[in-house]
Structures are given as C-alpha cells and as structure tokens.
C-alpha cells in the first residue's frame, strides 16, 4: 500500500500531469450568483488579466446571458462576445448551448440553430458545450454537427442526475453516444451539485476507461460536495474542470478557482493558472461583489450550503421554488406531501433530469397533485407538451396510464419534434425589415421575439437622443 501511495506520488513528480480549469464567472458564477446582471463595462477591466491568467477557457457566454443582455441589460449579446474577443485573444472562448433550444426554452428549427452557431463562431467562439435536459441525443445532433462544421470545440454534455434509471453504464452509453456524433470532449455537467467524490470518480474512471476523449467535469458548491467532487474526479483522470474565481464562487456557483488551483499543484499537476494574476482577479471583482450585496441582487443565502439538496435528490434551486410557490398559496404545511410526490410524478414522467425547464414542470405539478386533492386533475400545457413527445424522448418510462388520461386516443410522438418545425430564418428576416440591421438581429429576435424588439426600440431611440446630443454640443 505504502509503495503504491510513493509510486503515485513519485510518478507525478516525473511527469507532472495537466489539469485545465476553465473559469465561469463571466458565465455560470453570473447566473448562478446574480441572476446574470453582470453588465459588459463592469468585467471589461478584468479581461485582460482573465486573459493571461494561464485558463484553458473562459466561460463567457450562452446560458441565460443572452436573454439577460437583451431583456435586462440594454447590450447587445453578440456585440458582448466581439468586445471580450478582441481583448481575450489567447484564452479560448466557451458557451454553452442547449442543443436544440439553443439559448431559450422550446426547441427551434434547424436552420436557426444552425445559422446561431455560425454567427457564433464569426464573433469569436471557440468551445461550445451542448447539452440536452432529457439527454436526448438527437436534440444534440444538430448543434455538434455545425459546431463541428463551423471548426469550433465540441464538448458533449451528459446531464447528470440520480434515479434508478441512470446508472453508471447508462451514463457511459451516452458518453459513447456523444463520441459517436463527433464529440471533441465528453462533459459531466452536474447542475444541483449532487456528484458526490465517489460517483464523480467511478464515472470519470468508467468513461476514461471507454471513450477515448478527454473528460471536463461541471458541478456546484451548493450541496458542499464540489470541491472534494473535483478533487476525486482529476484523481480518476478529469482533464478539465470548471472554477469560478473566490469572490464569485461557493454556494450556487462553482467550487473557487484560487484553492482547487492552490491543493492541485502540490499533488503534482500542472494547471498553468497564475496565482499572482487570479489574485489580481479577484480583487478586481471583489469591489463589484459587495456592491452586488449592497443593492440585493447578491443574496447572501445563495453562498452558503444548502444540504437538503442530497436528502430530497431535487436541485436546491428546485426546492426554493417549491417553497416559494407554497407560501404564495398560503399551503406551506403541505411541502413535506409535496415533496413525497415530487419523486412520483419524476417516476410517471420517466425520470427526467431535473434540470430546466423539467425541474419546473414536475415540481409544479407535484403541487397541483398535492393541493388539489387529486393526482392530474390539473395539467399545465408544458406536461401535455411532453407527453406528447415535444420535448424529445423521455429517459425512462412514461406512465402508460397518464399518457391514456391526458392524450386519449391521440399517440405520443416517437420522432424529432424539429423534424416538424419550418425553417424560420428566412421569414423572419422578411418580417422584419430595416428593423433588424444584420443577421445577429434577425437571430436574437427569432430567440426572444418581444424582449428583442424591445431592445431594438430603445437602441434607436438612445442613438436619437445622442445626434440630438451632438447637434446641441456643436451650437
Ligand atoms: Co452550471
């Protein structure tokens, strides 16, 4: 045993070996922390430092940060990522991607997820991780087959989460899957932060073992797991993880970057991250952060631990949610119900990973079961949209006793539901006319139509008010 452990240890002193961390808190940290508020003009002095840091990525982009540009920031999401391209030249730029829902909530034509990563790639991108909630794959295709053509990265995400249908080899089978569409890297994504150091590591062993790629791994501190579930899963042969710089990261957010950087070069390996440059970092972004706390848009709560994550097995943020959805019909002494039949309705709907927009679905209609008195009584549109196969293939199972009650007669289809959508790039690009001035336009109103009208309204009117503004200064 002793010889082992020296052996070990000895054989990364000859050969140190390379972890990559990609940084998030442009990104995932933004979202996860303040609701992605991050304005351009407040990280734009930190980027050059983000630049030379020695990163393998910056996570920069995709998620919820270009709904957010348009609907709360008054920026334009794709100007964003020219601007941060043109400072970050050495450092690759990454998104992530939601396969056929590319950046929103419903799936979309080919044509447009296609064109989205084109212009994705004109701006600057370099690794685009796609993923899908239900891990079904041929939500994915499409989106690795143009990220592949368009000479990008492509890191296939496998959508973690525990049921008694995604066992060890399931998730291997999906890995396998990814590397058989084209994969350049295979991605664990936990979104809940429930990979606990002994699942994260027979996973990584299990699909390092099979798929001959290299293998990222994506958690959150929430739970308290992600710092040790890093450590086991680069132990077990990771080559990339994901960190977020300390004044951004722990709770929601990811694990920090200075200590995982700090407790993985004195095991041997080599990051090539600066930590003259990450302090510099964080004190660039710790003034920001205690403004964040000041105005509320930081709640403190959203940074400390929240175990109930791993005894319920739902995301914390799902369990907020249910909660807050509770209080607001005055029925709080029914979540202990509420969470008894949330695993229920997860088992009829064939166990789909509790991640968005699934993760709303089930815990709405575990409450409506539960307040109602009676088990679908009530239905929203989203759950008859998915029974019906809408939303791709469910993992499991579905109920054959539900579909009967909520479809009738009617089947479930078993193809890709973007096989029946239209191409609507072209359309659009008619409908709107002079108001969009590119094709980024006409694909940022495709994605968000009325929030991007919105912004499209007031960039007029302030480029108005600023000829105005010259005239008056040359009088
Ligand atoms: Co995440």
């Known amino acids: 045993m002793y010889s082992a452990i020296t052996n070990f240890y000895n054989r990364r002193k000859d050969k140190r070996m390379k972890v990559n961390i990609t940084e998030t808190v442009l990104r995932d940290a933004n979202q996860s922390l303040i609701a992605t508020r991050l ?56 998104m992530l991607l939601r396969g056929q829902n590319i950046l929103g909530y419903k ?20 690794i685009i991780r796609i993923f899908d909630a239900l891990n079904d794959m041929r939500n994915i295709q499409v989106a690795m087959d143009q990220t592949k053509k368009s000479g990008l990265h492509a890191s296939g995400a ?43 590591y027979d996973l990584v062993k299990a699909i390092k073992a099979e798929v001959d790629l290299p293998v990222v791994v994506h958690t959150h501190s929430t739970t308290g797991l ?32 200075e200590s995982l950087v700090y407790a993985l070069e004195q095991f041997g390996y080599e990051t090539g991250v600066d930590q003259k440059i990450t302090k510099e970092i964080n004190d660039y972004f710790k003034p920001i952060q205690d403004e964040y706390l000041k105005s509320g848009l930081l709640d403190p709560v959203v940074m400390t631990t ?86 791709g293939r469910a993992p ?9 009650k909520i479809l009738g007669d009617e089947e479930p289809m078993t193809g890709r539901y973007a096989d029946t959508l239209e191409p609507a790039f072209q ?33 007029e009117e302030k480029e108005n008010r600023n000829v105005k503004y010259t005239i008056r200064e040359i009088d």
């Open 226 to 257: 992600g710092s040790m579930t890093l450590l086991k899963a680069v132990e077990a042969g990771a080559d990339t993880i994901d960190t977020a710089i300390s004044c951004f990261s722990n709770g929601t957010s990811q694990t920090p970057t």
């Open 427 to 459: 359309k659009a690009k008619e409908e709107l006319g002079s108001i969009a001035r590119s094709d980024e336009d006409v694909l940022s109103y495709v994605a968000f139509p009325q929030v991007a009208e919105k912004f499209f309204k007031a960039r």
């Open 306 to 391: 929240s175990t109930e994550a791993l005894l319920y097995q739902i995301p914390g943020g799902m369990l907020s949610n249910l909660v807050a959805q509770l209080k607001a019909q005055k029925a709080l002494d029914k979540l202990e119900d509420v969470l008894a039949e949330t695993p229920r309705v997860r088992e009829d709907l064939g166990y789909p990973p509790l991640v968005t927009p699934m993760s709303q679905m089930v815990g709405v209609q575990a409450t409506a079961n539960v307040l109602t008195g009676e088990r679908y009584k009530n239905v929203s549109k989203e759950v008859v949209a998915y029974l019906r196969g809408e939303y």
């Open 107 to 126: 799936h979309y034509p080919d044509d447009i997820v296609r064109e989205f990563i084109k212009h994705a790639a004109d701006c600057g991108m370099d």
């Open 39 to 94: 304005p351009y003009e407040k990280f734009e002095g930190a980027l050059s430092l983000l630049d030379k840091a020695g990163y393998y990525s910056l996570e920069c982009w995709g998620g919820a940060t270009f709904d957010s540009c348009l609907r709360y920031l008054d920026e334009d999401p794709w100007e964003r990522l020219r601007k941060i391209k043109k400072v970050c030249k050495n450092t690759k730029l990454q």
């Open 396 to 404: 499991g199972t579905v109920n054959p006793d539900l579909v009967k």
């Open 158 to 200: 496998i959508c973690y989460t525990i049921s008694p249908i995604h066992t060890l080899e399931k998730n291997v089978q999906t890995a396998r899957e990814l590397r058989d569409m084209g994969a350049d890297s295979i991605c664990i994504k936990d979104m809940a932060g429930i990979m606990s150091p002994k699942e994260a």
